[in-house]
Every structure is written in structure tokens, then in C-alpha cells.
T-cell receptor, first 114, second 115 residues
Framework: NAGVTQTPKFRVLKTGQSMTLLCAQD?????MYWYRQDPGMGLRLIHY???????AKGEVPDGYNVSRLKKQNFLLGLESAAPSQTSVYFC?????????????FGPGTRLTVT | KNQVEQSPQSLIILEGKNCTLQ??????????LRWYKQDTGRGPVSLTI?????NTKSNGRYTATLDADTKQSSLHITASQLSDSASYIC??????????????FGRGTSLIVHP
């Protein structure tokens, strides 16, 4: 099993450009999450999904959109990138809601917005 | 002020030595407290998960303790190895609006193990 994979691993965007980050999991998990990790700060939850076709806002959702059209995939979109969105983005998945079950993280996507 | 505070911010120890990392939190109520290990350039990996009613949980050379009264947790690493060099992150799942729980991450303790 590959676990949780993320595409791409690195990306440089110019301000105003758009892009989509792809997260895929092969563990048949219901729950998926997008986090961002900034230097000197803990990971922060952007959006999450409790099942196929559902999404919900986390702690820092502004400037991001998500979709969960298939159970195994969770997409994070930036419609108009800003330098403040420079960060490392992690996707995670879990069998139970994170409050009760173990989360499995992907390797991360390092995004730089110039 | 961060709701989950970890100390020390960084720590250097010699291979074979023990160490203890601290996590103090102010949030309540919470459903569980977790410790993660994050290697450089990698995603976090779960080490232990404790509910508020548990006070200790072990995973090999890693032992986590929880005192819900003082809102403190510690992660003890026994007989450290070079591969223990990583960032160790404390996470508390906090009750949010609507009855859901949102994870609150500490900033982590950076551990370096020297030979």
C-alpha cells in the first residue's frame, strides 16, 4: 500500500496564479484533511472531509477550496495564490474522525508564491 | 497565546541517553492528546494517542504521560538512537462548535541525537 500520496512535491507560483494539490489514499479511509505548516507554528487545519462528496471548513479556510468527488481523493485548490499562502501543505486521512482515530499523513507539498 | 505549548524548543542529547519532552495545554474539553514524530521533509507519524482518562501510553522506547488535572503531558524517550533526531509534536483535539473536534498542534520540540 502506498498510504497517503501528494502531488506535486514542490511548486512555485506567481501571485494571482491558480493551482490544485492532489491527495490520494489507498486505505479506504472515510476522513481526509488538509493542513498547512509554517515555520515557527504548529500545523493548522484548512479543510476536511468526513466522506465522499462532503467538505467542511477548518481553522484557516480562507483562500482555499476543496473537493472530494471520489473517496480516495481530496483536492485542495488555490484560485488566486498570495504570498501568504507560501507554506508546506500536508494531507492526512483516517478511518475514524481524527478525535478518535489515528491520522496518516502524506509527505507534503512545498509551495512558494512569489 | 498558543493553546498548546511545548518545551524545550530544541534539545541536543548524546546517543543512548534518555530525554523528556513537555507539552502544556490550556484547552478544554478535549477528546485526546497525541504525540507525533516528524522527520525533516516528511509528514508527521503518530507515536501515541491518549484519551483524557488515560495517564500513560507506551510505544517501544517512547512513553507518553498525561495529567489532565494540571493539563500537562510528557514524552519520554529511552536509550535514544540517531534515528530519534526529529521534531516531536503534541496535538490536542479541542471541542469546536457543533460538537466536532479540531486538532490544535503545538510548535514542536526539535530533538538532535549526536553519536
Amino acid at each position: 500500500n502506498a498510504g497517503v500520496t501528494q502531488t506535486p512535491k514542490f511548486r512555485v507560483l506567481k501571485t494571482g496564479q491558480s493551482m490544485t494539490l492532489l491527495c490520494a489514499q489507498d486505505m479506504n479511509h472515510e476522513y481526509m484533511y488538509w493542513y498547512r505548516q509554517d515555520p515557527g507554528m504548529g500545523l493548522r487545519l484548512i479543510h476536511y472531509s468526513v466522506g465522499e462528496g462532503t467538505t467542511a471548513k477548518g481553522e484557516v479556510p480562507d483562500g482555499y477550496n476543496v473537493s472530494r468527488l471520489k473517496k480516495q481523493n481530496f483536492l485542495l485548490g488555490l484560485e488566486s495564490a498570495a504570498p501568504s499562502q507560501t507554506s508546506v501543505y500536508f494531507c492526512a486521512s483516517s478511518y475514524e474522525w481524527e478525535a478518535y482515530g489515528e491520522q496518516y499523513f502524506g509527505p507534503g507539498t512545498r509551495l512558494t508564491v512569489t | 497565546k498558543n493553546q498548546v505549548e511545548q518545551s524545550p524548543q530544541s534539545l541536543i542529547i548524546l546517543e543512548g541517553k534518555n530525554c523528556t519532552l513537555q507539552c502544556n495545554y490550556t484547552v478544554s474539553p478535549f477528546s485526546n492528546l497525541r504525540w507525533y514524530k516528524q522527520d525533516t521533509g516528511r509528514g508527521p507519524v503518530s507515536l501515541t494517542i491518549m484519551t483524557f482518562s488515560e495517564n500513560t501510553k507506551s510505544n517501544g522506547r517512547y512513553t507518553a504521560t498525561l495529567d489532565a488535572d494540571t493539563k500537562q503531558s510528557s514524552l519520554h524517550i529511552t536509550a535514544s538512537q540517531l534515528s530519534d533526531s526529529a521534531s516531536y509534536i503534541c496535538v490536542v483535539s479541542v471541542e469546536a462548535s457543533g460538537g466536532s473536534y479540531i486538532p490544535t498542534f503545538g510548535r514542536g520540540t526539535s530533538l538532535i541525537v549526536h553519536p
